[in-house]
Each structure stands twice: as structure tokens, then as C-alpha cells.
């Protein structure tokens, strides 16, 4: 079965452009987590919805990043104004009810020039 | 201090050796355990959730010390397959929010 996809892949972006991050966790699955991860180290929390509810985005390192997920489904991180210390690996999770078991996505590499 | 620490290894250990790994916790109000296996460049994926009573799964046995706010992963008979980055990983209480260690690095060496 299809697990969870993100897209782009990769991303370069100039300083002060703004990014768009794209996951398509699996399907049925309420449970969706954004971590953003730097090299060399472990994944950090930024956001997570259940459902379309964002329920925590205590993770969200500044204002110019933005999640939403208005179906459900499909969801979208944002970046605004990307500076160089926003590069790293996205990656998306998804799980069911619970957080426990949590299937992650191939994640986007951004880096910010 | 970070919520979740891990000694970041790396650990070099020749193929057939067991090796331990540790992970503390702070916030004694964490309630669930994981192990999380992180290929270079690749998602992590799920090793083992952990339980307070410990669990085996083949060579791989995860263990809980509330007391002392640890938990263990216990690989035996390494193999070369094993070579990856482990993450350990906490879940609070009531929450969502999961909060992974650094890592630790192994290398199991023919």
C-alpha cells in the first residue's frame, strides 16, 4: 500500500522567497505531524493536527511558518521569507489515532541560499 | 539539558557483537517509548515501541527504567544491516508531542 509521500523532493530557494512543502500522509489516517530535522541530529516537533484541527503547533520556530490541512488529508507547511537557518529536512508523519506508531515520509531537503 | 539525550556514538562494533544503547529522559510525565532505525538520508522507521514490563522482538530487546527516567535498546548478533542511526523517542502524557533524541550512531564492521 501507498505510505506517506511528500513533495518536492528538494528544494533550493533564494533568502526571503517563500516555500510551499507538501504531504500526502496514508490514507485514513487522522493523525499528522510535522518535524523539521538538521544534520546530525534527531527530528524536532513543529506541528500536529488531527484531523483538519491543528491541536499543537508549539514547534513552529517563528511566525513565517504556517501549517494547514482544511480536509483532513492533504497538508501544507509554509514557509515565509525562508532564511538560511531554515534549511534542513521536513519531514512529514502520519499515524492513527493514537501517536504512537507514526510512518514517516521521505521528507523534502530544503536549503535556503 | 534536552528533554531526550542520547550518547551520539559513534558505536564500532564487529558483526556478531551485542551492543547496548541508552537513552534518558527528563519529564517524568512522559508516558509512551519508541526506537525509531534512521537510514543515512532516509525517514526514520519504527524499530520498537518500549513497555514498562520490556519486549523482545528477535535479536532487538527494548527496556524501560521509569526510576531512573532511561530506556535501553539491546541489539544481539549484530549485523552489517544493522549500520544505521537509532533514535529514541518519547511521547507525553496526554499529548501528541514527540520528542526524539539526537540519535546514535552504529557501525557493525565485517
Known amino acids: 500500500g501507498a505510505g506517506v509521500s511528500q513533495s518536492p523532493r528538494y528544494k533550493v530557494a533564494k533568502r526571503g522567497q517563500d516555500v510551499a512543502l507538501r504531504c500526502d500522509p496514508i490514507?485514513?489516517?487522522?493523525?499528522l505531524f510535522w518535524y523539521q530535522q538538521a544534520l546530525g541530529q534527531g527530528p524536532e516537533f513543529l506541528t500536529y493536527?488531527?484531523?483538519?484541527?491543528?491541536?499543537?503547533k508549539s514547534g513552529l520556530p517563528s511566525d513565517r511558518f504556517f501549517a494547514e490541512r482544511p480536509e483532513g488529508s492533504v497538508s501544507t507547511l509554509k514557509i515565509q521569507r525562508t532564511q538560511q537557518e531554515d534549511s534542513a529536512v521536513y519531514l512529514c508523519?502520519?499515524?492513527?489515532?493514537?501517536?504512537?506508531?507514526?510512518?514517516f515520509g521521505p521528507g523534502t531537503r530544503l536549503t535556503v541560499l | 539539558r534536552k528533554e531526550v539525550e542520547q550518547d551520539p556514538g559513534p558505536f564500532n562494533v564487529p558483526e556478531g557483537a551485542t551492543v547496548a544503547f541508552n537513552c534518558t529522559y527528563s519529564?517524568?510525565?512522559?508516558?509512551?517509548f519508541f526506537w525509531y532505525r534512521q537510514d543515512c538520508r532516509k525517514e526514520p522507521k519504527l524499530l520498537m515501541s518500549?513497555?514498562?514490563s520490556g519486549n523482545e522482538d528477535g535479536r532487538f530487546t527494548a527496556q524501560l527504567n521509569r526510576a531512573s527516567q532511561y530506556i535501553s535498546l539491546l541489539i544481539r548478533d549484530s549485523k552489517l544491516s544493522d549500520s544505521a542511526t537509532y533514535l529514541c523517542?518519547?511521547?507525553?502524557?496526554?499529548?501528541?508531542?514527540?520528542?526524539f533524541g539526537a540519535g546514535t550512531r552504529l557501525f557493525v564492521k565485517a
Open positions: 493536527f488531527q484531523n483538519e484541527a491543528q491541536l499543537d
Open positions: 508523519a502520519s499515524s492513527g489515532p493514537r501517536a504512537d506508531e507514526q510512518f
Open positions: 523517542a518519547v511521547l507525553r502524557l496526554g499529548g501528541f508531542k514527540t520528542i
Open positions: 518500549v513497555y514498562s
Open positions: 490514507s485514513g489516517h487522522v493523525s
Open positions: 519529564n517524568s510525565a512522559s508516558q509512551s
